[in-house]
C-alpha cells in the first residue's frame, strides 16, 4: 500500500495557482487517491494567504477531503528538540516546517515539498512528483 504524502505548502501555492500542470495533475492524483493529507499549519498558512471569498470556498472544500492530522503535546516537545539540535549545528528552519516533516515522521508519511530544506533532517521521506 502507498504512503499518505503530507503536501507542503509551498505545493499547495502552487497547486491552486495551476500555472504548473504537472504539480496540479500529481495532487489532484494524490486527492483522489485519499493520499494527500493535511495537517493545521499548513492550514493556517493557507487560509492566511487568500484573498476573496471564492478562494476561502475553494481552500475549505479541497481541505475538507482530507487526512487532517492533529498536533499533540509530544508532537510539539519533539519539534522544538530539534529546532535545538539544528541550531547547535549551526542550520535555521523554520518552526513550520520541522513541525510538518514531525507530524509526517510520527504518521509514516511522505513530504511533498518544493523547499529543499527538509533535505537536512534524517528520517523524512520525500515524496517525489
Not at 510538518?100 to 537536512?120: P, R, V, Y
Amino acid at each position: 500500500m502507498s504512503r499518505k504524502v503530507l503536501v507542503d505548502t509551498s505545493i499547495w501555492v502552487e497547486f491552486f495557482r495551476g500555472k504548473n500542470q504537472k504539480v496540479k495533475t500529481h495532487v489532484s492524483n494524490l486527492i483522489k487517491s485519499q493520499r494527500a493529507c493535511l495537517t493545521g499549519v499548513v492550514m493556517a498558512e493557507l487560509f492566511h494567504g487568500v484573498k476573496t471569498e471564492q478562494e476561502v470556498e475553494l481552500l475549505n472544500e479541497t481541505m475538507g477531503a482530507l487526512d487532517y492530522f492533529e498536533t499533540k503535546r509530544s508532537t510539539w516537545e519533539r519539534t522544538g528538540k530539534i529546532l535545538r539540535n539544528l541550531r547547535l549545528k549551526g542550520v535555521t528552519m523554520p518552526l513550520s516546517d520541522v513541525l510538518l516533516a514531525t507530524i509526517a515522521e510520527e504518521n509514516g508519511c511522505e513530504i511533498l515539498t518544493s523547499d529543499n530544506h527538509f533535505e537536512k533532517l534524517d528520517g523524512i521521506i520525500l515524496h517525489q512528483i
